[in-house]
């Protein structure tokens, strides 16, 4: 069984940073991609920024520059700096991770950015 664990998230308000952590546990022999997806009110769940085990790393147009995805794979965690908040930046956001070849999801943790 492998689980993620998020942590971090909150209310801020514009211009502000937040991170958020993600914490895989379990029957992990290996990490590939892992990465960050949000879900905002009314909306489908997208794409915020994935890293490869080797560092590589591919964000949406809209958080370019602002937030920054890394990871430690000794630890087997990934982390999403999110600088210079936006409202519209509120969303659930969702970690997830390739481990053992299968996809698995956070739970998600509310990130809310007030104007």
């Known amino acids: 069984q492998v689980q993620l664990v998020e942590s971090g998230g909150g209310l801020v308000q514009a211009g502000g940073s937040l991170s958020l952590s993600c914490a895989a546990s379990?029957?992990?022999?290996?990490?590939?991609?892992m990465g960050w997806y949000r879900q905002a009110p009314g909306k489908q769940r997208e794409l915020v920024a994935t890293?490869?085990?080797?560092?590589?790393?591919n964000y949406a147009d809209s958080v370019g520059g602002r937030f920054t995805i890394s990871r430690d794979n000794a630890k087997n965690t990934v982390y999403l700096q999110m600088n210079s908040l936006k409202p519209e930046d509120t969303a659930v956001y969702y970690c997830?991770?390739?481990?053992?070849?299968?996809?698995?999801w956070g739970q998600g943790t509310q990130v809310t950015v007030s104007s």
């Open positions: 379990g029957s992990i022999f290996s990490i590939n991609a």
């Open positions: 890293i490869t085990r080797g560092g590589t790393t």
């Open positions: 997830y991770a390739v481990v053992n070849f299968n996809a698995y």
